[in-house]
Structures are given as C-alpha cells and as structure tokens.
C-alpha cells in the first residue's frame, strides 16, 4: 500500500542530482585540484580550505553507535528544520498536495509547508493532548503526503499514545513523521528501532535540546534507505559544514556528560513542577516528557510581562488553542529555577 515513488514529486523522481567534485572521486590522492578550492589554505587553518565530506560519513558511524541504526538510515541537516523543509519540497506539490499537523503543535511544520505553498490541514489534539483519530483519518485524501506528529509535544510536553502513533503508522500511505526532539527527557521508547516495520516512517531527531548543541544546527532524520536516498538527492550538496562536523564528533564522545545532564535536567524539572503548584498563581502544571513544562496561571500575559520585568523571558502560550492561559518554561539551571520561583512569589 505503500508506494515511495508515486508519492514523490515528478520533477524530483526525475531529478538527475548535483554530482560533487567529493562524489564523482572517493578514493585516496594526494594533489586534489578537482574542487577550484584556494590550494594556499585559508585564514584560519589549512584545514578549512577543503570542502567538507558531502554525506558526514564519520558523523553518521559515531550516530549509528550510539542510536543502534545503521549509517545508511541517516540523514543529517542543517538543524531539524532543513529535514522538516526538504520532505515539503520532495513529496508536495505546491498548490495540489496537502499535509496534516495535530495542533497545538511545533510551528516549523506549518510555516516550512507556507513557503513551499503546500495546504496544511488541522486535527486539533483532544482535551487530553492526545491524537485525534476520527478527526485525522477524516482529513486524508488522496492528496495527503505527510502527518506531522510532535512527540513529545511542543508545547504542550506530553508523549502521544503509542498504540495511536501506531493505527496512524499502519493505515496511512503517505508518510508519517514522528518529531523525537525531546525524546531523550521522555519516559517512552523512541520510534527508531521500528524502522524496518514502517517504510513510510521518519523519525527526527535534534542535537539542539538534549545534547545542548543548538548553537551548531544538527537535526538527523532516520528513516529507510529509500527515504534517505531521496534527502540526499534533494539536499545541497554541502549542507554540514567542516566546523559542525567535527564539532559534533567531539560532542558524541561525551555520551556519558549528556546523559548526566540528561538526569539533572529531568529531577530538576519535576522539582519546579512541584514548586510551581505551590504557588497560589498556578492553576496546574501538566505533566512533561520534555526539558520544559506547560503552566496554567491566573493572567498568564499580565505573569509575563511581569517576569519580562525582572528580566526572565519564558514563551506566551495564553493564546494557543488548548493552551489558553498558559506559559510555556524552560527547565533553567537551579539558581535560574529559583529566580523564577521567587519572580513569580512576588507577584502573587
Ligand atoms: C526545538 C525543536 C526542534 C529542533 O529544531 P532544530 O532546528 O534541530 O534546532 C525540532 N522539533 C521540535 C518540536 C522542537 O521543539
């Protein structure tokens, strides 16, 4: 029932890629004047006058040891947002096909679909968070491509169901892209490994929330081969530069560093959500898989604009279907917690 090829776009099906200097000679040489690079070096260091590896080979086998996929079920992008926008300009055809997101949800799926022109359509999450399936399988057509599915949600921090990310994997023939960003803060087993079950699944992963690398820009998108064969036929050919690559070698190294930050982050977020209720401008703090927590208040714009005052931003969510009321906050360091903790006792 699933069909890579009839969901791709014409012109990308018959699309002959860009063929690098790095792809058209792979072997060992040791005068390369195939690249029209600057053969003297650079300003920096000799290093940087090379053009980087195209497919980040090292980067993938350090990924692959860590996430237990092999290298060529990897695809890696200039931040997550690169792996959202080339699904849109592979498999939507601007002004025909249409995509599906769950709001309250991340707003990369609906502005990367703006630019690329592409319909989105809306299954408002339930009261609880959870997909809505009636609501979903109702706006499929013929013409769907993609369902977007967050999970854990921003912002509203929750996992969605299992067995309901499951139903949509087993009766879609479009594909379905489960956004992991902040799997690693999450109770819930990862999609990952269930690769070989769903040839229409993508799973998206990020460097920018667990690892702490959003500064470097490194999303992955893992999927089947012939998923990831079609990203790298549509990707610019250089997207990952030298500096990020070897950047985040270094960082994966660092297994056992992220995953203590991992621990701390998780024990300190339930302890503000505890010390959040408590105060008496809190109606309720939902339950978080991820580094951050959705709070309900008393006057959440007139709390903002408050803490804005003593100089701490969070995320105004008060307008948000389903979160009407609510501040979405950051799990900050512990004296950063604290501050917010005293900030929101003066105000009442
Ligand atoms: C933060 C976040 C990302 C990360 O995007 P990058 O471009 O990799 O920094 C992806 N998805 C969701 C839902 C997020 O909240």
Redesign the pocket.
């Known amino acids: 029932m699933f069909n890579l090829d009839s969901l791709l776009r014409d012109n990308i099906r018959k699309l002959v890629p860009y063929s690098s200097a790095r792809d058209e000679f792979k072997g060992e040489a040791q005068v390369f004047l195939d690249a029209n690079e600057n053969s003297l070096g650079s300003p920096l260091t000799r290093w940087y006058n090379r053009y980087p590896d195209p497919h980040q080979w090292k980067v993938k086998e350090a990924i692959s040891r860590i996430k237990g996929v092999p290298p060529q079920h990897i695809f890696l992008g200039n931040?997550?947002?690169e792996c959202i926008d080339l699904l849109y300009r592979a498999f939507c055809v601007p002004g025909k096909d249409n995509v599906i997101i769950n709001p309250p949800t991340?707003g990369?799926y609906e502005v990367s679909a703006n630019i690329n022109d592409v319909e989105v359509r809306r299954a408002t999450l339930l009261d609880d968070f959870q997909l809505d399936l009636v609501h979903l399988e109702n706006l499929v057509d013929s013409n769907t491509k993609i369902i977007w599915i967050?999970s854990p949600n921003?912002p509203t921090a929750n996992s969605m169901n299992r067995q309901d990310i499951e139903v949509v994997l087993n009766n879609f023939s479009g594909l379905v892209v489960i956004?992991e960003?902040?799997i690693n803060f999450s109770r819930h087993k990862s999609f990952i490994q269930e690769l070989s079950d769903y040839p229409n699944l993508v799973v998206?992963q990020?460097?920018?929330?667990a690892w702490g690398l959003?500064g470097l820009?490194?999303?992955m998108a893992f999927a089947s081969e012939a998923i990831i064969d079609v990203y790298n036929k549509v990707k610019p050919p250089y997207n990952i530069s030298q500096v990020n690559q070897e950047l985040v070698l270094k960082a994966l190294e660092e297994v056992g560093q992220v995953n203590d930050m991992i621990r701390q982050l998780v024990a300190m977020r339930e302890q503000l959500s505890k010390d959040l209720v408590a105060l008496p401008l809190v109606r309720a703090v939902f339950p978080s898989d991820a580094n951050f927590l959705l709070v309900k208040m008393e006057n959440a714009r007139g709390v903002y604009e408050r803490l804005l005052e003593d100089g701490i931003v969070v995320r105004d969510r008060s307008k948000v279907e389903l979160c009407e009321g609510c501040l979405r906050i950051t799990v900050g360091t512990e004296k950063e917690n604290g501050e917010l903790l005293n900030a929101l006792a003066k105000i009442g």
């Open positions: 931040g997550s947002d991340y990369m967050c921003n956004d960003a902040y998206l990020t460097m920018s929330k959003a820009r490194m999303g």
